[in-house]
């Protein structure tokens, strides 16, 4: 991993392989080695003959860590993306986030369409748009003084995994206190490069990869079967749709 300065905040990544530039934004809680080392991400995209730069977003990882809520907004960790291309001189690439990263790359897509060559979605649906699950009762699991006291299934679940990446569990409830900027279906409307959108059957918290997929134009959707939030993501089926999508998109 190596890190540069964005915008003041240090930002950690990984940068691996040759040719057409692969982004990856990973999700809540987790981190590059978590959601796409050691799933085989990196290995799959690298061996495609595919550049690999996936990033630590701020507050996860190798990254600073922040406790400010304010410091959260995805647009904010959007134009760490964006600084993290310009770091490395790479006009486009093709963006993959998971869940939370799928809307740092929704915003990232909105404000910058010429540095998107295509986007994939993964890990959620409509959701994008209606809301993920509440974060107050999110925060407050992360805030806890032990996994035990915390009763809410998602909330726990969510506790579980930032305990598992070893994560600063003060820095990602400032991460979930944060601004909570909507998705509005007009801005996915907009959108003009190839999209994929790739949910698990199972994942009641991204919600319907299908009813997200509608709302933008010529979208294709994959359908991660039998697999829930958390399971989806190394999938074999979700990474032969990602090759397959990038290999037939213009």
């Known amino acids: 991993m190596q890190s540069f300065d964005s915008d003041g905040v240090r930002i950690a990544y990984l940068d691996e392989g040759e040719d057409d530039p692969v982004l990856l934004i990973h999700g809540f809680a987790s981190n590059v080695a978590a959601n796409w080392v050691d799933p085989r991400w990196v290995r799959t995209l690298t061996a495609s003959g595919r550049r690999v730069i996936a990033i630590d977003n701020r507050g996860h990882g190798q990254s600073e860590k922040l406790y400010d809520p304010e410091a959260y907004g995805a647009p904010q960790m ?3 993306a964006r600084r993290l291309l310009d770091h490395l001189g790479v006009e486009r690439a093709d963006v993959l986030g998971y869940s939370m990263g799928a809307r740092i790359a929704a915003f990232l897509t909105f404000a910058h369409p010429e540095r998107v060559r295509s986007v994939v979605f993964g890990g959620l ?5 209606r809301g993920m699950v509440g974060s107050g009762p999110l925060a407050k699991a992360l805030e806890a003084p032990r996994l035990e006291d915390v009763t809410n299934e998602t909330a726990r679940s969510f506790r579980l995994f930032a305990e ?19 998705v509005l279906p007009e801005e996915l409307a907009n959108i003009t490069v190839p999209a994929l959108v790739a949910v698990g059957s199972k994942d009641v918290i991204g919600g319907s990869g299908a009813a997200l997929a509608e709302l933008i134009p010529g979208a294709q959707f994959l359908e991660i079967t039998g697999r829930d939030h958390m399971r989806a993501v190394g999938d074999s089926r979700f990474k032969m ?8 998109r213009p």
């Open 241 to 248: 749709g990602v090759l397959d999508f990038l290999t037939s």
């Open 78 to 80: 959007a134009e760490d």
């Open 125 to 129: 649906g409509s959701h994008m748009v």
């Open 164 to 182: 598992q990446t070893k994560s600063d569990l003060k820095a990602l409830a400032a991460c979930m206190r944060g601004p909570r900027e909507k």
